[in-house]
T-cell receptor, first 112, second 114 residues
């Protein structure tokens, strides 16, 4: 079954404690991206990757890092989380660009 | 960069009526325009998309129209049903020629009253 898997689904953490949200896809997609969703602000792109070792900033990259060492995985790293990063995060993958993107189940992150 | 504006932010219709959601974009180089439906507590799911070389696309009760000159595109849902109630997002990207950034609208909350 084609899927994008994020872990964890829920996470409560404290300010400054490094964390990683994992994202994995089994569709051999080249393009992967991360979004955050906040009430009234839609989905805002954090980072995207067009292929292995190729990543670039989206509209809201501050405070986040990503890596793409393998085609299937695209982890999101928060080196020093702050309360304003409390949000719902989605990973997505697609064959090319945003075309026919599949989204993960989402990760609800709370930073206290 | 690209800017996508979506209207209205909320829309309430009676079951059986039609619903129309409109989006405008700013970057004339954008060439791919998907629409996503997000039910409460779920992930966004693609419901229909259109490329810049097409003016209209239809899939059963859902259609999307694109006006490249005016830089706007619209989602049309006919014969609405209560299960159409959800948040709908439009997006714009250059996905078909240059995979890169994607920009979403802020979403429209559609409520279909039985």
């Amino acid at each position: 079954e084609a899927q994008v898997t994020q872990n964890p689904r829920y996470l409560i953490t404290v300010t400054g404690k490094k964390l990683t949200v994992t994202c994995s896809q089994n569709m051999n997609h080249e393009y992967m991206s991360w979004y955050r969703q906040d009430p009234g602000l839609g989905l805002r792109q954090i980072y995207y990757s067009m292929n292995v070792e190729v990543t670039d900033k989206g509209d809201v990259p501050e405070g986040y890092k990503v890596s793409r060492k393998e085609k299937r995985n695209f982890p999101l790293i928060l080196e020093s989380p702050s309360p304003n990063q409390t949000s719902l995060y989605f990973c997505a993958s697609s064959l090319r660009g945003l075309t026919e993107a599949f989204f993960g189940q989402g990760t609800r992150l709370t930073v206290v | 960069g690209e800017n996508v504006e979506q209207h209205p932010s909320t829309l309430s219709v009676q079951e059986g009526d039609s619903a129309v959601i409109k989006c405008t974009y700013s970057d004339s180089a954008s060439n791919y325009f998907p629409w996503y439906k997000q039910e409460l507590g779920k992930r966004p799911q693609l419901i229909i998309d259109i490329r810049s070389n097409v003016g209209e696309k239809k899939d059963q009760r859902i259609a999307v129209t694109l006006n490249k000159t005016a830089k706007h595109f619209s989602l049309h849902i006919t014969e609405t049903q209560p299960e159409d109630s959800a948040v709908y997002f439009c997006a714009a990207s250059k996905g078909w020629t240059n995979a890169g950034k994607s920009t979403f609208g802020d979403g429209t909350t559609l409520t279909v009253k039985p």
